[in-house]
């Protein structure tokens, strides 16, 4: 497809409202099922019955919306651009929710959302600025990187089903958000590959695209998880500030997109990564889903 960046930063931006509004649908239909107590967790048929609640499967539509406005986005321009935009879905999941559970929204929660939305936009600005033009495809970087992705994701499931409770939500966010920003990677390279390498018979295709399988199901029952652990502005906040890092960090260690990004920025890009994550962090104490406005 031919790369077009200002109508890829378009459709992402249109995913992202149609991931905020998914977001607070579906965690109100979770919150029916769930304890709501610190921490909690959705057994198996908790997990079922949200399955088949008529709200939550009309959030999964937007989703799937919202996934394929970002595929085709993908497409048009670098993975390190398309990425980080979709933390605007935090301001509007913040208003949403706010308006949703008749909240004023307070100081901190706009300071939270400035911090992760300036922090995202600043690493995006570094990453562009130091683009790639295209990806470079290494059949044994890509599997390795995508099984490390993976790793790292389980291990914060891990935190997420056993860590301490505050961190719950967290956890089970961050799962989701690596596979989400490994995924991006791979959606770019298998995007590639097929208009550039005879996949048919490629082993590392076929790795891949059922990697995008398991990971769509593993990361969409780690965000109900996390749903039932905590509020949806928590959940997008950290998809939207952890997501981007880890999609980048694939880009650069897997696709070869870090070819131009000198010392300086990357040094730069981390700082700004923490300034984002940090955000979200104060989100999660300050936000409009609390029961307790002061």
């Not at 307070?106 to 911090?115: F, N, Q, Y």
Request: aromatic letters at 6%.
């Amino acid at each position: 497809m031919t790369q077009n960046i200002p109508l890829a930063v378009v459709l992402t931006v249109l995913a992202s409202i149609a991931l905020a509004i998914a977001s607070v649908v579906q965690h109100l239909a979770v919150a029916d099922q769930a304890a709501q107590l610190p921490g909690s967790k959705l057994s198996g048929k908790q997990l079922v019955a949200v399955l088949r609640n008529p709200q939550w499967l009309g959030g999964l539509l937007l989703t799937g919306v919202g996934a394929g406005l970002q595929v085709v986005a993908l497409l048009m321009a670098p993975l390190t651009v398309v990425q980080p935009i979709g933390v605007l879905a935090v301001p509007w999941t913040i208003l949403l929710a706010a308006r949703v559970h008749s909240r004023r929204i307070l100081p901190p929660m706009w300071v939270a959302t400035a911090l992760t939305v300036a922090g995202t936009a600043a690493f995006a600005w570094v990453a562009i600025a130091h683009a790639a033009p295209a990806p470079v495809l290494n059949d044994t970087w890509l599997v390795v990187g995508t099984v490390v992705g993976f790793g790292v994701a389980a291990l914060l499931a891990l935190v997420g089903s056993r860590g301490p409770l505050p961190l719950r939500c967290l956890a089970w966010s961050a799962a989701a958000a690596v596979i989400y920003g490994a995924e991006s990677g791979v959606v770019k390279a298998i995007g590639h590959y097929t208009t550039t390498r005879p996949w048919l018979g490629s082993a590392t295709f076929w790795f891949l695209a059922a990697s995008i399988a398991v990971g769509a199901v593993l990361a969409g029952i780690w965000i109900q998880q996390g749903y039932a652990a905590g509020p949806a502005e928590i959940v997008v906040g950290t998809l939207n500030a952890a997501g981007p890092v880890a999609g980048v960090a694939y880009g650069i260690a897997v696709l070869g997109e870090g070819v131009n990004i000198t010392s300086g920025a990357a040094w730069l890009m981390l700082l700004c990564a923490g300034v984002a994550i940090s955000g979200v962090l104060i989100l999660s104490r300050f936000h409009p889903s609390t029961t307790d406005p002061s």
